[in-house]
T-cell receptor
Framework: DVKVTQSSRYLVKRTGEKVFLECVQD?????MFWYRQDPGLGLRLIYF???????EKGDIPEGYSVSREKKERFSLILESASTNQTSMYLC????????????FGNGTRLTVT | SQQGEEDPQALSIQEGENATMNCSYK?????LQWYRQNSGRGLVHLIL?????REKHSGRLRVTLDTSKKSSSLLITASRAADTASYFC????????????FGTGTRLTIIP
């Protein structure tokens, strides 16, 4: 079974801090994704990556950046955390070129105070 | 904006009954997927239906797709307490294969 591991389940940070959310997958998947989930808004795509050192903006990239230095690891960076970035962050991976099912981690609930 | 919208937003039924959830979308798609999310957890993939398919089954799940109406339905038969979860549809659009866009979800509660 594919395992997608997010480094923290809960995280509390202060406004202005730089925040790193880490995600690791163990199935040699090419594709990795970061979503945020908010009540009433569903899941919204922040960034995705189809290869090492490659990244593409999703629907809501503002205030975020990503890093993919190794195939198994995809990091989401909040350059200067703000209270409106309080959310559940979900990492996912998939194999194949397109249209493959996503495998999700259990999420990181980030609170910015 | 959301590509997929689920209906209803919340559904409560008795254990053993069938549950039907609907998803509508706005633009032409390559495929449509359904996912389940247990409270506080990540999403789990349930089933994928391609745009040239009309119906698909997997165990107690039945998915239909009507591309002329831009809608899909997920039927869970003989519901169990363990089916209590949120259910999301997600689509990949024609010429935007790389993006999987999720709806806002249906919260299903099975009453024992």
């Amino acid at each position: 079974d594919v395992k997608v591991t997010q480094s923290s389940r809960y995280l509390v940070k202060r406004t202005g801090e730089k925040v790193f959310l880490e995600c690791v997958q163990d199935m040699d998947h090419e594709n990795m994704f970061w979503y945020r989930q908010d009540p009433g808004l569903g899941l919204r795509l922040i960034y995705f990556s189809y290869d090492v050192k490659m990244k593409e903006k999703g629907d809501i990239p503002e205030g975020y950046s990503v890093s993919r230095e190794k195939k198994e690891r995809f990091s989401l960076i909040l350059e200067s955390a703000s209270t409106n970035q309080t959310s559940m962050y979900l990492c996912a991976s998939s194999g194949g070129k397109y249209n493959s099912p996503l495998h999700f981690g259990n999420g990181t609930r980030l609170t910015v105070t | 904006s959301q590509q997929g919208e689920e209906d209803p937003q919340a559904l409560s039924i008795q254990e053993g009954e069938n549950a039907t959830m609907n998803c509508s979308y706005k633009t032409s798609i390559n495929n449509l997927q359904w996912y389940r999310q247990n409270s506080g957890r990540g999403l789990v993939h349930l089933i994928l239906i391609r745009s040239n398919e009309r119906e698909k089954h997997s165990g107690r799940l039945r998915v239909t797709l009507d591309t002329s109406k831009k809608s899909s339905s997920l039927l869970i038969t003989a519901s169990r307490a363990a089916d209590t979860a949120s259910y999301f549809c997600a689509t990949t659009m024609v010429r935007r294969n790389e993006k999987l866009t999720f709806g806002t979800g249906t919260r299903l509660t099975i009453i024992p």
